[in-house]
């Protein structure tokens, strides 16, 4: 499973984000992380899209996303056991 995290820098609540679901990382759950900084990613829709959205979680970026400003532990073990 992979996850995509859109992110800024400075923000806390995207470090809460990513701390909260590396705790769900275990050897039965293994899982990947991308964080995007949307400000450094130099990409305009990217920014506009997710600018006062961050973080941001998706575990596929062509479907929903799975939460954001705060993780949503249950849809992201939901997210998980769909992969397995």
Do not use: C, I, R, S
């Given at each position: 499973m992979h996850f995509t995290l859109y992110s800024r820098g400075y923000c806390h609540l995207c470090?809460?984000?990513l701390d909260a679901l590396?705790?769900?990382h275990t050897p039965q759950r293994p899982?990947?992380?991308a964080v995007v900084d949307i400000d450094t990613a130099g990409d305009a829709a990217l920014l506009a899209r997710f600018d006062e959205l961050v973080p941001v979680l998706f575990a596929d970026p062509a479907q929903p996303e799975l939460c954001h400003y705060f993780?949503?532990?249950e849809k992201v073990r939901a997210a998980l056991?769909?992969?397995s």
């Open positions: 470090q809460d984000m590396m705790l769900l899982f990947t992380v993780l949503d532990e056991a769909l992969e």
